[in-house]
């Protein structure tokens, strides 16, 4: 079993940043592929970014591309997702989520997920 603690969230105005941070405990991140995953009041859990397990290969929705930063340390067992120029279409509970290698874009793809964490963007 898998573990996954998100932090790093918190209020920032619009166009700040954030770094977003996720954590294991058992099972190391180098065995998982991992995501990120945000889901905002009223709506569905959206993908978000993802990175691989081999070769640390990255995909990022259309949304946060150019924007958002995901990267992987698997000497620390952390994944991070560093968010810049934020909109207040970002504001969301982020998840962290782990995932067998051929995890991509697809949140049925993952199998641990954390808890989240928020993120709110003033306007």
């Known amino acids: 079993q898998v573990q996954l603690v998100e932090s790093g969230g918190g209020l920032v105005q619009a166009g700040g940043s954030l770094r977003l941070s996720c954590a294991a405990s058992g099972r190391t991140f180098s065995s998982y592929s991992m995501g990120w995953f945000r889901q905002a009041p009223g709506k569905e859990r959206e993908f978000v970014a993802s990175?691989?397990?081999?070769?640390?290969?990255?995909y990022y929705a259309d949304s946060v591309k150019d924007r958002f930063t995901i990267s992987r340390d698997n000497t620390k067992n952390t994944v991070s997702l560093q968010m810049n120029s934020l909109k207040p279409e970002d504001k969301a509970v982020y998840y962290c989520a782990a995932g067998p290698r051929s995890s991509r874009r697809v949140g049925g793809e993952y199998d641990y997920w954390g808890q989240g964490t928020q993120v709110t963007v003033s306007s």
């Open positions: 990175i691989t397990q081999s070769r640390s290969i990255t």
